[in-house]
Structure formats: C-alpha cells, structure tokens
C-alpha cells in the first residue's frame, strides 16, 4: 500500500521535474529517464512515455520529431500552458516545503 501511494506522490514531482527540463530545453525519453534516474526515481520507458503522451494531450508538451542516426526521435518541448502550470507548481511546492521542512 505504502508503495502505491508514494508511487502517486512521486507521479507528481516527475511531471514537475519534465516540465522543467523541457521549459529549459528540448528533451527526449531516453534523456528524461536518465535524468530522472540522477535524481533518484527509477522509472522505465513503459512509464515515463506514458506520462509524455498524456502532459502532449493535456496541452503541456509540444511533440516534435526529427531524425536524428536514421531514427525518429520525440522531442518535447514545454507550451505557453505547461509553463503557466509550472509556475503554479513551483509556487506551491515551495509552500509545501516551508511547510513540512522541520
């Protein structure tokens, strides 16, 4: 049970994390996953494309592809909208941690 709720919680703050980086500059899945992994979530590309196509669906991320050694690549970017969400986002977390910090 403790790991369903946690996985939930962390659903959140990976979402934070890709806007982040996708705000900042394009990203990719293999990228993101490695990036994610620097910060501790273990996550697989069964995972973590999921949640990429549901932020595109949402109006959060921009899909763009091109070809990069004779493969498609996604490439994401954040829109007008995924950054307006962030910002919220940010602006709650850092509430959230003045709160609980102690």
């Known amino acids: 049970m403790d790991d369903k709720i946690l996985r939930k919680l ?3 703050f990976i979402q934070i994390h890709i806007l982040h980086h996708a705000l900042e500059h394009p990203i990719y899945g293999a990228w993101m996953t490695e990036e994610l ?6 996550i697989s590309a069964g995972t973590l494309y999921p949640i990429l ?5 949402d ?6 592809e091109r070809k990069v050694d004779g493969h498609i690549r ?3 970017t954040a829109t007008v909208r995924g950054e ?3 910002k919220e986002a940010r602006s709650k977390a850092y509430e959230l941690f003045k709160e609980i910090k102690d």
Not at 37 to 42: L, Q, S, T, V
């Open 10 to 12: 962390f659903l959140g």
């Open 37 to 42: 992994r620097e910060h501790g979530y273990e």
């Open 53 to 57: 196509h549901s932020m595109e669906a």
């Open 59 to 64: 109006g959060l991320l921009l899909k763009e």
């Open 74 to 76: 996604k490439y994401y």
């Open 84 to 86: 307006e969400v962030l």
